[in-house]
C-alpha cells in the first residue's frame, strides 16, 4: 500500500486507474476523495472527457476536472515496450487495477486478469465494460443514451410525457461507476479477511438493468406473470411536478396518515371514501394525481410549502441546476468545498456521506495530462532501490495540449 493522502477510510490503497469518460473516473474519484492515492493512466492524448466541456484551459473541461479530482495523472503509450513495463511495475505495488477498455483490447495489450494477478496475486482486478462478457453484445460499443434505451429508461419515459426521451443527467454512467465502485469494495473487504485477490466485472446494462427492475419487475417477476413490468405510479402521466398560482411544487401526498392530514386541511370537493386507502389511490393513482393537480393551483408555491411542510407531507420547490450551488441546507451541510488549482478556486460538490472516525474530502484538483508522470516513475525506482530524480512540476498551461 502507498502512503495515505489524507486519514480517508481508504487511506493507503494504491489504483492504477485505466478508466475514460464518466462510468470509471467516477468510481474512482470517490476512491480518491475517501483517501486512496489513484494514478491515472493516460494516453498521449489524455482522456477524451478532457475536451467535452467548458473549462480554464485546453484539456481542463468541468466534467473532467469533477470526475478526476485528487488523482496523479501518469502518461503511458502503452503501445510502447517502455510504457507497458512502467505500467507492470505499478501493477505490482498496487490494491486495485481498473479499466473501461474492452475486454479483448485490454488483452491485446497484455493487461488481461491472468497478466495482471501473474504480477501481483493479491490485486482486485475490476473491469467496467458496457456490456458483460458472458452475453452475445459483450463486443458492442456503449454509452449512456444506448444503455438507458437498452434498460427502458426512454420508455418509460415515454409513458410519462408521450414521446420517449433520455433522462436529463447521464445515470446510466454513474450508477454504473457507483456499482463498480461498491464491487471493488466488497473484494478488497474480502481480500482484507483471506488476503485472496479476484477479478470483478460491472457492465453498464446489466446494472441499469438491475437499477430500472427494483421497481418495474413488478407483476413480471412471478409465473405466470400477474402484469407488465411496470410500476404504475412511476410512469403515470400525472406524476409531474404540480402547477401553483405562481409556478411549480414537488408534493407526494402518499400514505395514509398524509392523505388524511392533507384532505382535512385542504377540504378538496373531490375527496372522499373511495380515495381513503392507499391501495384504494394505487388503483387510481393517474386519477388521483389529476385531481391533485387541480388543487395544487389554488394557492401560491410559497403557501403549499408552509402548509405541506407543517403537516410532515414531503413537499419541495422545483429548483435550477444552478440553484443548488445557493442551497441553504447544503451550504449549512458543508456540502462544498474550495479547492485552490492553478487556474484558480474551484468549488467542487463533496462527500455526499459522512464518517465519524475516517471523513473524506475533495482529494485536491484534477491533474493536468502527465503532469506526475516522472513523479509515479521516481516513486518507482525509488522502491526498487535505485535513486530517484525528483519531484516533477506540472506544465504551464500553454504545454497542456
Known amino acids: ?14 489504483v492504477v486507474d485505466l478508466t475514460a469518460m464518466v462510468m470509471g473516473p467516477y468510481c474512482t474519484q470517490i ?28 484539456g481542463m ?11 496523479r495523472s ?47 496475486p493479491s490485486i482486485i482486478y475490476t473491469n467496467c465494460y458496457g456490456y458483460g462478457r458472458r452475453g452475445p453484445d459483450a463486443d458492442l460499443t456503449a454509452y449512456d ?57 460491472v457492465g453498464m446494462f446489466e446494472t441499469m438493468a438491475s437499477f430500472m427492475l427494483v421497481e418495474h419487475a413488478n407483476g413480471a417477476m412471478f409465473s405466470p406473470p400477474l402484469g407488465p413490468a411496470a410500476y404504475p405510479r412511476a410512469v403515470t402521466p400525472n406524476r409531474k411536478p404540480y402547477r401553483t398560482k405562481d409556478g411549480h411544487i414537488s ?22 371514501e373511495h380515495f381513503a386507502t392507499l391501495e384504494q389511490r394505487a388503483r387510481q393513482i393517474d386519477t388521483v394525481y389529476a385531481l391533485l393537480g387541480e388543487t395544487f393551483l389554488e394557492r401560491t408555491t410559497q403557501e403549499w410549502l408552509v402548509l405541506l411542510r ?27 468545498e474550495t479547492v485552490d488549482t492553478p487556474n484558480g478556486p474551484v468549488r467542487f460538490p463533496g462527500m455526499p456521506a459522512w464518517f465519524s472516525r475516517t471523513p473524506g474530502r475533495v482529494a485536491g484538483p ?12 521516481d516513486e518507482l525506482r525509488t522502491a526498487a532501490g535505485e535513486e530517484g530524480t525528483g519531484r516533477h512540476e506540472a506544465r504551464p498551461p500553454d504545454e497542456v495540449p
Not at 65 to 71: D, F, I, L, P, S
Open 366 to 377: 484534477a491533474p493536468r495530462l502527465g503532469a506526475h508522470t516522472q513523479e509515479v516513475v
Open 145 to 201: 443514451d444506448t444503455i438507458q434505451a437498452e434498460c427502458g429508461l426512454p420508455s418509460a419515459q415515454r409513458q410519462l410525457t408521450g414521446e420517449a426521451g433520455y433522462v436529463g443527467t447521464i445515470m446510466a454512467d454513474k450508477v454504473a461507476g457507483m456499482t463498480a465502485l461498491y464491487a471493488t469494495m466488497m473484494a478488497l473487504f474480502h481480500r482484507e479477511r483471506t488476503g485472496e485477490g479476484q477479478e470483478v466485472e
Open 61 to 71: 473541461a468541468g466534467v473532467f476536472v469533477n470526475v478526476n479530482r485528487g488523482k
Open 31 to 58: 476512491m480518491a476523495d475517501m483517501g486512496a492515492d489513484v494514478i491515472k493512466v493516460e494516453p498521449p492524448a489524455g482522456d477524451n472527457t478532457r475536451y467535452i466541456s467548458v473549462g480554464p484551459e485546453p
Open 74 to 120: 501518469a502518461m503511458l503509450d502503452l503501445r510502447t515496450d517502455e510504457g507497458r513495463g512502467t505500467l507492470r511495475e505499478l501493477v505490482a505495488g498496487s490494491d486495485v487495477f481498473i479499466h473501461s477498455m474492452r475486454a479483448k483490447a485490454i488483452a491485446r495489450l497484455g493487461f488481461g486478469y491472468e497478466d495482471v494477478a501473474a504480477v501481483n
Open 251 to 272: 408534493a407526494l401526498v402518499y400514505n395514509d396518515k398524509q392523505w388524511t392530514a392533507f384532505v382535512n386541511a385542504v377540504k378538496p370537493p373531490w375527496a372522499g
Open 1 to 14: 500500500m502507498s502512503e495515505p493522502k489524507h486519514p480517508g477510510p481508504l487511506a493507503g490503497v494504491r
Open 310 to 336: 407543517s403537516l410532515d407531507i414531503p413537499a419541495a420547490p422545483v429548483r435550477t441546476l444552478d440553484e443548488l450551488f445557493d442551497n441553504p441546507h447544503l451550504n449549512e451541510a458543508g456540502f462544498f
